[in-house]
């Protein structure tokens, strides 16, 4: 038997769930990309509508209207006009929300007006009685030609019947909702009888829009005399939008009847309190303190477990093995390699836990909104709140979430401040120095140090980045006025679903992401470190023994000190000391000079490459974890311990400020189109990283 | 070389290709979501 394939586009406004619903389709077959040219994520998932009947469903990105502002809204518009795109839809989806179905409704009658077999998906329906709305579906139906499915994404009510109506979307109407002539008669008369062959809205969005449609060329529409002014066409949108709107009241005077006197809610009661303008702050650094103990206190177990089964694992590999150049490269390169990597696994998804719960109840909007007084008086926006806080998970999507700030020179602050803020891939340095050079001990008796250190340096990295914000709003020059909107989301349980598949992405992006790039650079470091140019490295044995001081030590101290011998005349060893006159003044030996210089790759590099170095440079046989090998390495010459509360806490600031990552630098010349402000950045950073670093550790020392 | 040495080797030069891709290589761009001559990405 023959299967059918839907094309599905998910469509609907910023906050309606849509995500949700495309999540409560697809499950976990889902793929997520970029689109062609763009770095607009696109996410395609996979249905099972019926025995007969599959779906390939798009998630598109949230969008108000067909009247594109942003580069967002422009993939929409372009898909939805585009009919040889191998995306366009065979059937879309708006979703809406039911407690905002009118606003919601305009770009539903637009879409419509595109004659493309659409569903109006009604989402939160359960919330229906809580708010005191009834809904007459059949009238609804009626009067906007479609078929109309009554969902609960969150608690999974109605979406059998979605995928019912889709896998039946050949009995849609295609009928649109508003009359496009009714807009200007005679402007659309002419434009109909010039292009007799083309729908009509869409020609209307080729007049209005900025983008690009082939065949249908812009310049053959102005050769036509149907080019106006920019205002005239501003006042023609303003009136299609009215045209609308009258549209959507007379359907919804019958179909959608609001009782407030059932209507209950706390919603006004939380925000009163979580928006205060004094306790609102209060609430939302007591909420970032109680995540960063969790995140600390709650990771240990798992992160020693891991720990410990990678150094077990390594020192059973080379011991089961048989010897040779391989199993060295697996047991000191890449098993030392991944378990870097792994090792991080809970931290991140501990903290990417209490983010996506904040996000999915709705709090994170009132940040956004408590925040923006703040960032007024440092040149940013409110919106700027959200690549900011984006930022703790990564600075890339973080930077590319500034497009939604409409002002150039807010935008342009966002971008450059953005990576101040401590992204995942700081946690792992992060993490494991504190635990090396921070006291595992309480403070008045609750708050956890280690924790509270994390926290610290969240809030520096944030602080740096307003404070940069307030002197670039100094030093630039650009003038342009700017307005805040925000949507409140209703307070809501965090969805169990939505929030797994959060935490497992950004999980996934983390140890793919990265992990291929550590697992790389692992084998690397591994062959850098085993071998070496000269005698020096080839006879180290020799060199080693014949040393008057060696001639009588214990032969595992001999073995120590010929490895350290080879290692300080390997490939790597001569790269690091060709550094270490630069980065000694920070408290670095060679060895972490090496650790900083491959994580300009990846921050988190710096704990894989330090754990290959350590492993290279050790012949004991014990298993050691990272850790264990970190906190035993002493400096030669003074006898002290590398990883000292100095050096420690040097490292902890210049990994807090240096911008250390090619990616970031990278989209930053991206979204600014020029390499003036990524350099700018890089060197501003690495600066004042060094500067930062160098007072700490002389100051400490 | 004995066949240990042989896979270590290749799989550092495996590595190596792999990071120079990744930073240094520029890729072309492609029109995947190209659908034709009309479909404006040209």
Same mark, same amino acid.
């Given at each position: 038997?023959? +299967?059918?394939?839907?094309?599905?586009?998910?469509?609907?406004?910023?906050?309606?769930?849509?995500?949700?619903?495309?999540?409560?389709?697809?499950?976990?077959?889902?793929?997520?990309?970029?689109?062609?040219?763009?770095?607009?994520?696109?996410?395609?998932?996979?249905?099972?509508?019926?025995?007969?009947?599959?779906?390939? !469903?798009?998630?598109?990105?949230?969008?108000?209207?067909?009247?594109?502002?942003?580069?967002?809204?422009?993939?929409?518009?372009?898909?939805?006009?585009?009919?040889?795109?191998?995306?366009?839809?065979?059937?879309?989806?708006?979703?809406?929300?039911?407690?905002?179905?009118?606003?919601?409704?305009?770009?539903?009658?637009?879409?419509?007006?595109?004659?493309?077999?659409?569903?109006?998906?009604?989402?939160?329906?359960?919330? %229906?009685?809580?708010?005191?709305?009834?809904?007459?579906?059949? +009238?609804?139906?009626?009067?906007?030609?479609?078929?109309?499915?009554?969902?609960?994404?969150?608690?999974?009510?109605?979406?059998?019947?979605?995928?019912?109506?889709?896998?039946?979307?050949?009995?849609?109407?295609?009928?649109?909702?508003?009359?496009?002539?009714?807009?200007?008669?005679?402007?659309?008369?002419?434009?109909?009888?010039?292009?007799?062959?083309?729908?009509?809205?869409?020609?209307?969005?080729?007049?209005?829009?900025?983008?690009?449609?082939?065949?249908?060329?812009?310049?053959?529409?102005?050769?036509?005399?149907?080019?106006?002014?920019?205002?005239?066409?501003?006042? %023609?949108?303003?009136?299609?939008?009215?045209?609308?709107?009258?549209?959507?009241?007379?359907?919804?005077?019958?179909?959608?009847?609001?009782?407030?006197?059932?209507?209950?809610?706390?919603?006004?009661?939380?925000?009163?309190?979580? %928006?205060?303008?004094?306790?609102?702050?209060?609430?939302?650094?007591?909420?970032? %303190?109680?995540?960063?103990?969790?995140?600390?206190?709650?990771?240990?177990?798992?992160?020693?477990?891991?720990? /410990?089964?990678?150094?077990?694992?390594?020192?059973?590999?080379?011991?089961?093995?048989?010897?040779?150049?391989?199993?060295?490269?697996?047991?000191?390169?890449?098993?030392?390699?991944?378990?870097?990597?792994?090792?991080?696994?809970?931290?991140?998804?501990?903290?990417?836990?209490?983010?996506?719960?904040?996000?999915?109840?709705?709090?994170?909007?009132?940040?956004?909104?408590?925040?923006?007084?703040?960032?007024?008086?440092?040149?940013?926006?409110?919106?700027?709140?959200?690549?900011?806080?984006?930022?703790?998970?990564?600075?890339?999507?973080?930077?590319?979430?500034?497009?939604?700030?409409?002002?150039?020179?807010?935008?342009?602050?966002? !971008?450059?401040?953005?990576?101040?803020?401590?992204?995942?891939?700081?946690?792992?340095?992060?993490?494991?120095?504190?635990?090396?050079?921070?006291?595992?001990?309480?403070?008045?008796?609750?708050?956890?140090?280690?924790?509270?250190?994390?926290?610290?340096?969240?809030?520096?990295?944030?602080?740096?980045?307003?404070?940069?914000?307030?002197?670039?709003?100094?030093?630039?020059?650009?003038?342009?006025?700017?307005?805040?909107?925000?949507?409140?989301?209703?307070?809501?349980?965090?969805?169990?679903?939505?929030?797994?598949?959060?935490?497992?992405?950004?999980?996934?992006?983390?140890?793919?992401?990265?992990?291929?790039?550590?697992?790389?650079?692992?084998?690397?470091?591994?062959?850098?470190?085993?071998?070496?140019?000269?005698?020096?490295?080839?006879?180290?044995?020799?060199?080693?023994?014949?040393?008057?001081?060696?001639? /009588?030590?214990?032969?595992?101290?001999?073995?120590?000190?010929?490895?350290?011998?080879?290692?300080?005349?390997?490939?790597?060893?001569?790269?690091?000391?060709?550094?270490?006159?630069?980065?000694?003044?920070?408290?670095?030996?060679?060895?972490?000079?090496?650790?900083?210089?491959?994580?300009?790759?990846?921050?988190?590099?710096?704990?894989?490459?330090?754990?290959?170095?350590?492993?290279?440079?050790?012949?004991?046989?014990?298993?050691?974890?990272?850790?264990?090998?970190?906190?035993?390495?002493?400096?030669?010459?003074?006898?002290?311990?590398?990883?000292?509360?100095?050096?420690?806490?040097?490292?902890?600031?210049?990994?807090?400020?240096?911008?250390?990552?090619?990616?970031?630098?990278?989209?930053?010349?991206?979204?600014?189109?020029?390499?003036?402000?990524?350099?700018?950045?890089?060197?501003?950073?690495?600066?004042?990283?060094?500067?930062?670093?160098?007072?700490?550790?002389?100051?400490?020392? | 070389?004995?066949?240990?040495?042989?896979?270590?080797?290749?799989?550092?030069?495996?590595?190596?290709?792999?990071?120079?891709?990744?930073?240094?290589?520029?890729?072309?761009?492609?029109?995947?979501?190209?659908?034709?001559?009309?479909?404006?990405?040209?």
């Amino acid at each position: 038997m023959s +299967h059918k394939n839907l094309k599905v586009a998910l469509i609907g406004n910023p906050n309606t769930g849509k995500t949700s619903v495309f999540n409560q389709l697809t499950g976990l077959k889902q793929q997520v990309g970029n689109y062609p040219g763009i770095t607009v994520e696109k996410k395609i998932g996979y249905c099972k509508l019926n025995e007969n009947t599959k779906a390939t !469903i798009l998630d598109l990105p949230g969008t108000y209207s067909l009247n594109a502002s942003s580069i967002d809204e422009n993939v929409v518009i372009e898909l939805l006009l585009n009919r040889n795109d191998p995306n366009f839809p065979e059937v879309a989806v708006v979703v809406t929300e039911v407690e905002n179905l009118k606003r919601n409704l305009l770009l539903f009658t637009q879409i419509k007006d595109l004659e493309i077999p659409t569903i109006l998906a009604i989402n939160m329906s359960d919330r %229906m009685d809580f708010k005191g709305i009834s809904l007459d579906i059949p +009238h609804l139906e009626k009067e906007l030609n479609t078929k109309i499915a009554l969902i609960s994404s969150r608690k999974n009510i109605g979406l059998d019947n979605l995928k019912e109506l889709i896998a039946n979307s050949q009995e849609l109407s295609t009928k649109p909702c508003l009359n496009a002539s009714s807009i200007d008669p005679a402007y659309f008369d002419g434009l109909r009888n010039a292009f007799p062959k083309e729908l009509l809205y869409k020609l209307w969005l080729v007049i209005t829009q900025d983008v690009n449609f082939g065949n249908l060329q812009r310049n053959e529409i102005e050769e036509k005399s149907f080019a106006k002014p920019a205002s005239e066409l501003k006042k %023609m949108q303003q009136k299609e939008t009215i045209k609308r709107y009258q549209f959507i009241n007379d359907v919804l005077k019958v179909g959608y009847i609001v009782d407030s006197s059932k209507a209950k809610g706390i919603r006004a009661v939380l925000d009163k309190i979580l %928006m205060h303008k004094v306790f609102g702050y209060f609430i939302f650094f007591g909420i970032l %303190m109680l995540i960063f103990q969790s995140v600390f206190s709650w990771s240990g177990i798992p992160m020693d477990f891991i720990d /410990e089964s990678f150094a077990k694992l390594s020192s059973w590999t080379k011991t089961a093995m048989p010897p040779g150049l391989l199993t060295e490269l697996i047991s000191e390169g890449i098993i030392p390699g991944i378990g870097g990597v792994v090792i991080f696994i809970p931290q991140i998804a501990f903290l990417f836990l209490f983010i996506s719960i904040l996000e999915e109840s709705g709090y994170m909007s009132r940040v956004v909104f408590l925040m923006d007084k703040i960032m007024r008086r440092f040149g940013l926006s409110g919106k700027s709140v959200v690549p900011l806080i984006s930022g703790t998970a990564c600075a890339i999507p973080a930077i590319m979430a500034a497009r939604n700030i409409e002002n150039w020179k807010e935008r342009l602050i966002t !971008i450059l401040v953005t990576p101040f803020t401590t992204c995942s891939a700081r946690l792992p340095v992060f993490a494991i120095l504190i635990s090396l050079v921070i006291p595992d001990e309480k403070v008045l008796g609750f708050i956890n140090l280690q924790g509270l250190t994390l926290m610290i340096l969240y809030l520096l990295g944030f602080g740096m980045a307003i404070f940069s914000a307030y002197l670039l709003n100094k030093i630039l020059k650009f003038k342009s006025k700017s307005y805040f909107v925000v949507e409140m989301p209703n307070y809501r349980m965090p969805l169990f679903k939505n929030v797994a598949i959060n935490v497992i992405e950004k999980t996934k992006a983390f140890v793919f992401g990265a992990g291929k790039i550590i697992l790389a650079l692992s084998i690397i470091l591994w062959f850098l470190g085993s071998h070496g140019p000269g005698a020096n490295f080839e006879n180290a044995e020799q060199i080693v023994t014949e040393m008057p001081q060696n001639k /009588e030590i214990h032969d595992e101290v001999l073995q120590d000190e010929i490895a350290s011998f080879q290692l300080e005349n390997s490939y790597i060893g001569i790269i690091g000391k060709g550094i270490e006159p630069v980065i000694r003044p920070l408290g670095y030996d060679w060895k972490i000079g090496i650790a900083v210089v491959t994580s300009f790759a990846a921050r988190e590099v710096f704990v894989g490459t330090l754990a290959t170095i350590y492993n290279v440079g050790s012949h004991s046989e014990e298993e050691l974890t990272i850790k264990n090998r970190m906190e035993a390495e002493v400096n030669p010459v003074t006898g002290e311990k590398v990883f000292n509360f100095a050096t420690g806490i040097s490292l902890l600031l210049f990994y807090s400020f240096a911008m250390q990552c090619i990616s970031t630098l990278a989209i930053t010349k991206k979204e600014t189109n020029s390499w003036k402000w990524p350099m700018i950045q890089l060197g501003f950073m690495t600066v004042f990283a060094y500067v930062t670093s160098l007072i700490a550790y002389q100051l400490l020392k | 070389m004995d066949i240990q040495s042989i896979i270590a080797y290749f799989l550092v030069i495996a590595a190596a290709v792999f990071l120079v891709k990744k930073f240094f290589w520029k890729k072309k761009k492609k029109a995947d979501g190209c659908g034709g001559d009309d479909c404006g990405c040209h």
